[in-house]
């Protein structure tokens, strides 16, 4: 019996911590970032899209989607292009960087600037100001049923923004 017990024990141990394999540690569950994160996808079941946003009346926006089973799309003013086929390990880097800066950890919305003001009694004030029609990007990243989307604005976060310069660079993005 204290054998069994033993083996259970160790099975429940390597089931709420990483899973090692020679070399690998795979995540679980518990240590996705969310818990509907898919742990397990196809390759053709990623997509990843950066929407920039001009401020209001201001011409310029653009898109750039690129997908895991190769059919990419830059959009500019109304025109639509193919994007040449992005290298299988180019496009596995990048997605290991959304994984390795937190991506999925970052807040929605990066569109109110907070602050602290000194007061004349020597205390400090938070204040939130949205930013109204300012210019923004969209970036998003889809991993089969989930979607994570977050709105980068005066290039923060700038973790994210680093994202959007690859991928602008992935595909020589032509601004509008």
């Known amino acids: 019996m204290h054998k069994l017990t033993r083996y ?39 997509s990843i899209s950066l929407l920039q946003q001009t401020a209001h009346g201001i011409a310029g926006g653009y898109q750039i989607t690129l997908r895991g089973d190769g059919n990419n799309i830059y959009s500019c003013n109304g025109k639509t292009q193919q994007v040449p086929t992005i290298d299988k390990k180019a496009l596995l880097d990048l997605i290991n960087e959304f994984y390795e800066l937190h991506f999925f950890e970052l807040a929605d919305s990066y569109s109110v600037k907070k602050q602290l003001l000194l007061n004349d009694d020597n205390t400090l004030a938070t204040i939130a100001t949205k930013m109204l029609d300012t210019g923004s990007k969209q970036l998003c990243i889809q991993l089969a049923d989930y979607k994570k989307c977050i709105t980068i604005v005066n290039n923060q976060p700038a973790v994210a923004a680093q994202l959007v310069k690859k991928i602008e660079a992935l595909v020589g993005a032509r601004f509008c």
């Open 8 to 46: 259970l024990l160790i099975t429940v141990a390597l089931f709420s911590v990483a899973i090692t394999i020679p070399g690998i540690n795979l995540m679980t569950p518990s240590q996705a970032a969310s818990a509907d994160l898919p742990l397990h996808y196809p390759l053709n079941a990623v």
